[in-house]
Each structure stands twice: as structure tokens, then as C-alpha cells.
């Protein structure tokens, strides 16, 4: 085996999804401080004198302790090079966590045990499913109260539709968590918190071992006997296969603030987890271990540097190796370009990098000329990755600059915010850009709009909301567009276009979404943006 594939072959990227407060910032910091990425973990929702989280970085985050933009980190741990992305939890970020999803080869998804399967996980499992990726369960908070192992499991296997397998079992919660089993070795995992040091303390023992009434009790000792013989009893069996094609999720219990159960997770992930996936690009199937680079690019961030007002585009490399001074094709903008300063990236902070491989994710400065979903590759190749879809959007505010000199500034920042697939921009047909109607999958994405149109451009907005809940993208049977006039539409119905110049509806109801499909036969509705434009 060559250098070069054993370097994409030692490669796992996976992206860690959550509800609100389940604690997946804090497990990735714990992933980084196993990996020696850094050396104290940060409090995620700490005061004023304490340290943030590593993986926040955008002053608003800081502010508020959430992650408001996905983050990508890298770290070494046993000889795998791993890419964790970490997107925003809040309910009001999904948008962006799709596109990152885009991007993994597979995902962890962190559950809290007191509450178990949320709004915001269904959604993001959604988006797994789609993709047909492995999902790993960490069920999260075991120090704390918790509900019932297997109400948990049941509810799981329910709500979304998979099969689960208990890796390891949970002896008692809150403050009578004692650790873990490991059902594969049968033995015990006792663990002692030590304070947020690199590895929390660990005694192994056997189930048999005569001590063991002495170190978790004779009363859960009676538990953990009896749940493990009804689990060995009712469980799906173990089949890697299926677990690397997301029928068959293994779940692994512990607790991300004091460390019970991260190190076992992360060694029992590694093993099961795939180096890079192939990607489809049409009727090709592109392969990690293709000698030719390529990549998409999934995200763009602009002023991640407020000094510098600089843009960067985060790119997936799908295959080969990336070398800096080499020349790639942008397949979207038809030329040849080179690459100036790729970074590897650790939250904020950047390392300028030489290399990288497939799996990598990599961070390259853009001067305005990518969009999301874009193909980079190898000169003398001209194939497209299938597109990312656009998710419709659910809240609409009229939105324009309470300062009229200042337009410039207001469509500059507009348009740059809405490139990088934070908000959607839509304009009425035949008009001019004086005012934009703003759509965002979750209203927090509005503050987050007015907060960084004042400190990067210096721009107050007046915002106004819309009562339309649905969006959908229209084509016609001819492929023209369409007239107002031409077509039949409620009161609570609007004709927008976006960006691109892709015509849509806004909708106050979903019955209005019926209602005008059945009298405008010659329109086809679409629910996802991207993918058939």
C-alpha cells in the first residue's frame, strides 16, 4: 500500500448533530482533548471570566454559549487522522447543518438521557437517512437523572425508524452512575471522574468478580445481572454491514462532562467507522483512492478574520491529494484556478497547510467566485458532484436598511450573507433590490442577520414579518417563467424569485399549497432548491 492510501485509508470524518443542550460541544472538546489537540477543555456555557468553548468562535457565540456555525476541527488519535464537524445544536442553525451533513462520511448523534429523542434530532436524522450514512448514538448525561435504558432504546427505534445495539450497558445514573458494561469483552468499566484531565480513571473488572457487590453495590450489581439477560435476550444482533448503511445504529451510554465513557466511544466509533466514501456525480462514482484531486465545497464564511474582511470556502476533498501549488479546475466558472493559502482549521484558529486528502476538509480563500455545491477538480475532468439541495425555508421578514445612503452597503452585506446559506434572499419579479424578503429556517437566524449586517457593514435594518410559513420552487411545463397575472392565487400567496433567478411561491398555509397546485396544472412544485435547477 502506497503512502497515499494509507494517509485517506487512516482518514474518518464524521459530524456530530444534537438537540439544543444535549452536550455535543462538550463531547467533541473531550474528542480533542484525547486527540492532544488542546489542553483544557473550555466551559460551554461558562461566565464572564471563564474559558469558551473551543469549537465557538463567532462573537455571538461566545455570547450566548451556542454553536451558531458549523466548526470544523482535526486531531490525531492512535494513528487515525480525524475531521470532526460540529454543527449548531440551536434549532435556529439547521440550515447549515444539512449542508455539513453533506459533508461526513457519517454522524454521531448525541441524545439526552433525561430527554431522549427531540424536534431538532428528527430533522437532522432526516438528513442522514437521506444519505444512507452509519449513525452512532451517544446517549449523553448518564451523571444526571435519567430515564429508562430501554424506554430510551424503544423510543429511538420509534421515532426514527432504525434498529439500535447497545454497545455497552449504563450501571445506575445521576448519582449513582457507576460506569458502563462492555458487552463485547463482558467485563465492567468502572470510572472515576477526575476533573476534566485528559483520561477520567478506569478500572476494568470482570462481571464475575467477587468485589464487584463492594464497588457498584449489591442492589445495581442485582439490576445490571438481570437488564444484561434480557438485553442478550431481545436486542438485534450486532451486523456491521448494516451499520455501515444506517439501518442498525450502535449506542453507547456515558457522560461527556466528566468523562465517563468518551475514550471507549471514540476507540469502538474508530473501529466501525469507514475511511472515506465514495461520491455520485452524476452517473460517476467518484472513489477516495482515485489518484486525481477532487472536492466540493460546502460552506462559505466570510469575515471569519474581521481584520483581514476576508471570505473563505470550505471544501470536502472527495479524492486524491490536495497540493498547494498545484492548479485545479472549477468546473461551475469554467477556468483553471490556484488555490491561495489552504488552511486546516481548528474553530478560528488556521494553520496555512502543503497537503491534504481525501476526507480532509480544508479551508481555501475565496475572492467571490464559489458558490455552495461547486466542483473543484484535477484539470483535464469536467464532472459535477450532485448538487446540495436547498431546504425551504419556514420564516419570511420584509427586510431593508433604515439609512437609504447606506444601500450599497445593505445589498453588499445581503447578498454575501446569503452566498454562504445562512438566510435566503427573494425579491418580488420586476422589481428593484430597495427591500429583500428574507427567509431562514429558524427565526434565531434573523438576530443573527441584524447582528452581523451593524458590526461588518455598518448597517441598521428594519425588519418586518411575513405571515408565509411554505416555500416551494416552481418550474413550468416549457421552462419559462411565469407571470403574475397568468397565474391563479390566493390572497395568502406570493410570486418571489431568489438569487439566482429561480422562480418560487410563499405560502400562508399548507392548504394554500394544495389549493394553488390544483389550479395551476402547467406548475410543478418543488420542495428542496438545488437539486433540479
Given at each position: 500500500m502506497s503512502l497515499y492510501e494509507k494517509e485517506i485509508n487512516r482518514r474518518r470524518t464524521f459530524a456530530i448533530i444534537s438537540h439544543p443542550d444535549a452536550g455535543k460541544t462538550t463531547l467533541t472538546e473531550k474528542f480533542l482533548l484525547y486527540g492532544?489537540?488542546?489542553?483544557?477543555?473550555?466551559?460551554?456555557?461558562?461566565?464572564?471570566?471563564?474559558?469558551?468553548?473551543?469549537?465557538?468562535?463567532?462573537?455571538?457565540?461566545?455570547?450566548?454559549?451556542?454553536?451558531?456555525?458549523?466548526?470544523?476541527m482535526q486531531f490525531q488519535y492512535e494513528g487515525f487522522c480525524i475531521n470532526i464537524l460540529d454543527t449548531p445544536g440551536h434549532q435556529d442553525f439547521s440550515e447549515d447543518t444539512y449542508r455539513t451533513l453533506m459533508a461526513a462520511d457519517s454522524a454521531v448523534m448525541v441524545i439526552d438521557a433525561a430527554k431522549g429523542v427531540e424536534a431538532q434530532t428528527r430533522k437532522l436524522f432526516?438528513?442522514?437517512?437521506?444519505?444512507?450514512?452509519?449513525?452512532?448514538?451517544?446517549?449523553?448525561?448518564?451523571?444526571?437523572?435519567?430515564?429508562?435504558?430501554?424506554?430510551?432504546?424503544?423510543?429511538?427505534?420509534?421515532?426514527?425508524?432504525?434498529?439500535?445495539?447497545?454497545?455497552?450497558?449504563?450501571?445506575?445514573?445521576?448519582?449513582e452512575f457507576q460506569g458502563v458494561y462492555d458487552r463485547g469483552s463482558k467485563?465492567?468499566?468502572?470510572?472515576?471522574?477526575?476533573?476534566?484531565?485528559?483520561?477520567?480513571?478506569?478500572?476494568?473488572?470482570?462481571?464475575?468478580?467477587?468485589?464487584l457487590d463492594g464497588l457498584i453495590g449489591e442492589r445495581l450489581h442485582r439490576q445490571l445481572t438481570d437488564e444484561i439477560e434480557l438485553l442478550d435476550g431481545a436486542a438485534a444482533e450486532f451486523d456491521l454491514d448494516r451499520v455501515r448503511h444506517g439501518k442498525l445504529s450502535p449506542v453507547f451510554f456515558g457522560s461527556a462532562l466528566t468523562n465517563f465513557g468518551v475514550e471507549p466511544f471514540l476507540e469502538h466509533f474508530l473501529r466501525m467507522t469507514t475511511p472515506p466514501l465514495p461520491r455520485k456525480a452524476g452517473d460517476l462514482v467518484i472513489d477516495s483512492m482515485d489518484d486525481d484531486f477532487s472536492g466540493f465545497v460546502f460552506k462559505i464564511q466570510a469575515n471569519m478574520n474581521k481584520a483581514h474582511r476576508d471570505r473563505i470556502a470550505f471544501l470536502r476533498i472527495v479524492s486524491g491529494r490536495f497540493d498547494a501549488d498545484k492548479e485545479v479546475y472549477h468546473v461551475q466558472g469554467g477556468k483553471k484556478i490556484r488555490l491561495s493559502r489552504p488552511q486546516q482549521l481548528m474553530a478560528a484558529e488556521r494553520e496555512i497547510i502543503e497537503e491534504a486528502y481525501a476526507g480532509d476538509i480544508i479551508g481555501v480563500f475565496d475572492p467571490g467566485i464559489f458558490s455552495i455545491g461547486?466542483?473543484?477538480?484535477?484539470p483535464g475532468k469536467k464532472f459535477r458532484f450532485d448538487p446540495i439541495p436547498t431546504f425551504a425555508p419556514e420564516h419570511f421578514k420584509r427586510v431593508r436598511s433604515l439609512d437609504t445612503m447606506k444601500r450599497k452597503q445593505f445589498l453588499k452585506g445581503m447578498e454575501q450573507i446569503a452566498q454562504e446559506g445562512a438566510i435566503q434572499i427573494f425579491k418580488t419579479p420586476y422589481t428593484g433590490m430597495e427591500e429583500v424578503i428574507v427567509g431562514v429556517v429558524g427565526t434565531l437566524q434573523f438576530d443573527v442577520l441584524e447582528y452581523r449586517l451593524k458590526n461588518e457593514y455598518n448597517v441598521e435594518l428594519y425588519m418586518e414579518g411575513l405571515p408565509y410559513e411554505y416555500l416551494r420552487w416552481i418550474t413550468t411545463d416549457d421552462g419559462e417563467p411565469v407571470k403574475?397575472?397568468?397565474?391563479?392565487?390566493?390572497?395568502?400567496?406570493?410570486?418571489?424569485?431568489d438569487y439566482k433567478g429561480n422562480q418560487l411561491l410563499l405560502f400562508g398555509s399548507q392548504w394554500a399549497v394544495g389549493w394553488t397546485q390544483e389550479r395551476n396544472l402547467n406548475l410543478t412544485f418543488h420542495e428542496f432548491g438545488g437539486t433540479q435547477f
Open positions: 492532544g489537540a488542546i489542553a483544557q477543555a473550555g466551559q460551554v456555557k461558562g461566565k464572564k471570566n471563564t474559558r469558551a468553548a473551543t469549537s465557538d468562535w463567532m462573537e455571538i457565540e461566545k455570547q450566548r454559549g451556542i454553536s451558531v456555525t458549523s466548526s470544523v432526516k438528513v442522514c437517512a437521506m444519505r444512507d450514512i452509519p449513525i452512532f448514538t451517544f446517549i449523553n448525561k448518564m451523571d444526571r437523572e435519567a430515564r429508562d435504558s430501554f424506554e430510551l432504546l424503544e423510543e429511538l427505534e420509534k421515532e426514527l425508524g432504525i434498529e439500535t445495539y447497545p454497545v455497552n450497558w449504563p450501571i445506575g445514573c445521576g448519582k467485563k465492567i468499566i468502572h470510572f472515576t471522574s477526575n476533573g476534566g484531565a485528559k483520561a477520567a480513571t478506569a478500572t476494568e473488572v470482570e462481571l464475575g468478580d467477587p468485589n461547486d466542483t473543484l477538480c484535477a403574475e397575472e397568468d397565474l391563479i392565487l390566493g390572497t395568502d400567496v406570493k410570486l418571489v424569485e
